[in-house]
């Protein structure tokens, strides 16, 4: 079963930030956070992944607190093709075990 | 950008029929993955495969199904008798490492398996 918490549905305004959370309170300490998004019935689509620090690319930035025990999945600028379903996983040794994630809806 | 590629997209069977899904793993990544996903549900791990051997597998993986890289690109997944709960999509991903590391699955577009 999946290791992580996440809201069910979230909302964001087009051209504005969607801030997604993750908890994962039970976390070990060489498990990674990962993130992916699945677009319609589409294969998921890895984001970003973290372990301890702060991550950005190209798609989103990663925050992971302190304590490992949550993390924020960050879309800077949301456009209309973000609308997706987000899974947060914590993963060791390629485990990747997905919940039920966010679906996130972007709106004009 | 290299990616994992999955046929045939669409794969309608009879019950009872047997059926083998086929993927093409990036090339230079040595482990291998399937997933399904039933129409609405979560995305469930069905096999890890590395050096022509089963690494992991889940309950749902019994005997009905099989796995193989038949040669040095595809990867395919057979399901010998199928029911009609085998009706999913069904997702092939690939790794550079695997376990005992940690490192990106990248997955491919899907193949819709519909049994009547």
């Known amino acids: 079963d999946a290791k992580t918490t996440q809201p069910p549905s979230m909302d964001c305004a087009e051209g504005r930030a969607a801030n997604l959370p993750c908890n994962h309170s039970t976390i070990s300490g060489n498990e990674y956070v990962y993130w992916y998004r699945q677009i319609h019935s589409q294969g998921p689509q890895y984001i970003i992944h973290g372990l301890k620090n702060n991550e950005t690319n190209e798609m989103a930035s990663l925050i992971i607190t302190e304590d490992r025990k949550s993390s924020t999945l960050i879309l800077p600028h949301a456009t209309l093709r973000d609308t997706a379903v987000y899974y947060c996983i914590v993963s060791l040794n390629n485990d990747m075990r997905f919940g039920a994630g966010t679906r996130l809806t972007v709106k004009p | 950008e290299p990616e994992v590629t999955q046929t045939p997209s669409h794969q309608v069977t009879q019950m009872g029929q047997e059926v083998i899904l086929r993927c093409v793993p990036i090339?230079?990544?040595?482990?291998f993955y399937w997933y399904r996903q039933i129409l609405g549900q979560k995305v469930e791990f069905l096999v890890s495969f590395y050096n022509n051997e089963i690494s992991e597998k889940s309950e749902i993986f019994d005997d009905q199904f099989s796995v193989e890289r038949p040669d040095g690109s595809n990867f395919t997944l057979k399901i010998r008798s199928t029911k009609l709960e085998d009706s999913a999509m069904y997702f092939c991903?690939?790794?550079?490492?695997?376990?005992?590391?940690?490192?990106?699955?990248?997955f491919g577009p899907g193949t819709r398996l519909t049994v009547l």
């Open positions: 090339s230079n990544h040595l482990y």
């Open positions: 991903a690939s790794s550079e490492a695997g376990l005992g590391f940690t490192d990106t699955q990248y």
